[in-house]
């Protein structure tokens, strides 16, 4: 196979996503640390790290464009270009939520402790382990590792429920609980809110590896 | 799909050798169809079997039909003249006669006896030019020499001239290769309106092009047919891997 121009760009864009799916795990798993750990330099650090995150995503937008518009790219490389400029928008969305959890983090931190996080670690472990499996699908072009993944994002629902009616009767039975019950809702909503972004992921490197448009179907 | 041409099983040969290898193929009616491939791979031999340019070498000989309207073209006693009016041809390099604009496009019509009167001879001329989006930069110096027009110009003339006979169906030889990218689009934009009205074949080195003009693309290597897809389907998500080398650059 002869050695084309276009490759070596490719391999470059690979790696920037690579390091920005790594960077989006990190802050996800140093959020749900830094809450469960009561740790607020912990999650002043997941504050701090976001910004280099978005400099990531814009890197990887411009090269993209410029891959499309001077290399026309065609079949798997035209497909691989545009999953990665479609999955980078979404772990910067991803690094948001871990940067929502670590704000949350901060003002629990100052509050006494007033649940027990067991059903959290949970939930962010599932969802941490769901990231690293798309990001790992989408390295290896797994598309039938896409879909386990996509299958486990009820497992984070159905968390999100339970967590969300404990929460509830946390507030009824005790109202000085409230302010720290109504942030640990939101956490329980952004650890939910990147499941199904993990989802999108995996759907497009189905997109990637099959071409198939999985998405708002039965499959996905 | 109405076809309206139907390869079947065709072989080519140049004296002994073989240059293209069981071919079938269905082109339907009123699409473009786009033929890529590395040089010698035999886009442009098949192109012209489908009007027997190739009778006109001497040691050429074909196996395997060759159907248009249902019939085949390479059965004994086909009007080769009705046929090559009815399937057209333009090539890579222009090549207007060294006459008039206007006796260009009249040529044809009158020593196919098309034409009525010298009033209709001019409307058919005038309908041709327009068709080939040329009228409107030449109507008023229709009398002058051909060759005062611009490269791209001087393609769309004879565009217009194989137009004016009123053929069904276009072959284009690489129409564009040696235009420059605004005369190049000028064609393209023709090839897309042309397909309303006529069933065109293209062969093109320009995979960009064979993307924005065809509905279909044909995919030759060696003389063989390697692939014949929708073009979205081609340029997205090939079947054959040799395909998607070939579109990707990773050989060619």
């Given at each position: ?23 989006t ?154 302010t ?41 | 799909?109405q ?6 099983d ?68 086909t ?16 090549n ?6 206007f006796?260009?496009?009249a ?66 030889d ?8 605004i ?70």
């Open positions: 196979m002869e050695h084309r121009i276009i490759d070596q760009q490719l391999d470059l864009l690979r790696d920037k996503i690579l390091l920005l799916g790594g960077a795990e990190a802050a996800v798993n140093r959020a749900m640390q830094a809450l469960v750990e009561r740790d607020s330099e912990l999650a002043k650090k997941v504050l701090d790290e976001d910004k280099i995150i978005d400099q990531m995503e814009l890197e990887i937008d411009q090269m993209s464009i410029e891959i499309l518009a001077l290399q026309q790219p065609a079949a798997h490389d035209l497909r691989f270009v545009i999953s990665v400029a479609k999955i980078t928008p979404i772990l910067e969305r991803i690094a948001d939520h871990a940067s929502s959890i670590a704000d949350a983090a901060i003002v629990l931190n100052n509050e006494p402790q007033i649940k027990n996080y067991v059903d959290f670690p949970i939930m962010a472990k599932t969802a941490a382990e769901m990231l690293r499996s798309a990001l790992d699908a989408f390295t290896s072009e797994d598309s039938q590792l896409s879909r386990e993944v996509i299958k486990r994002d009820k497992e984070i629902d159905s968390s999100y429920k339970r967590v969300f009616n404990e929460l509830l009767e946390m507030m009824i039975d005790n109202p000085q609980s409230t720290g019950a109504a942030h640990l809702l939101f956490v329980a909503k952004h650890l939910e809110r990147i499941g199904d972004y993990v989802k999108d992921i995996c759907e497009l490197n189905v997109y990637l590896t099959e071409a198939a448009f999985i998405k708002h179907s039965k499959h996905s | 799909m076809s309206k041409i139907s390869i079947k065709l072989d080519f040969f140049y004296g002994k050798a073989q240059a293209l290898f069981d071919i079938s193929l269905e082109i339907p009616e009123r699409e473009v169809v786009a033929f890529i491939g590395p040089s010698g791979c035999g886009k442009s031999t098949f192109l012209r079997t489908l009007n027997r340019m190739n009778d006109t070498i001497p040691i050429a000989s074909v196996k395997g039909q060759v159907i248009i309207d249902g019939k085949d073209i390479y059965a004994p006693g009007d080769v003249v009705a046929l090559r009016r009815k399937v057209g041809m333009v090539f890579q390099k222009s207007p006669f060294p006459k008039s604009i006796e260009n496009v040529y044809g019509i009158r020593i196919n006896g098309i034409h009525s009167s010298k009033e209709d001879l001019n409307d058919r001329v005038e309908k041709a030019l327009r068709d080939a989006a040329l009228w409107d930069e030449v109507k008023d110096r229709l009398s002058m020499s051909a060759f005062g027009l611009s490269g791209g110009q001087q393609q769309r003339l004879c565009i217009a001239r194989a137009l004016a006979v009123q053929p069904d169906v276009i072959l284009m690489e129409p564009a290769s040696a235009l420059d990218p005369a190049t689009q000028k064609i393209e934009e023709l090839v897309v309106e042309l397909k309303k009205n006529y069933t065109i074949v293209i062969v093109t080195h320009n995979m960009q092009q064979a993307a924005r003009v065809s509905d279909r693309t044909a995919f030759f290597m060696l003389g063989k047919l390697i692939e014949y897809n929708p073009t979205q389907k081609m340029f997205t998500n090939p079947d054959e891997k040799l395909t998607e080398d070939y579109i990707t650059g990773r050989f060619g």
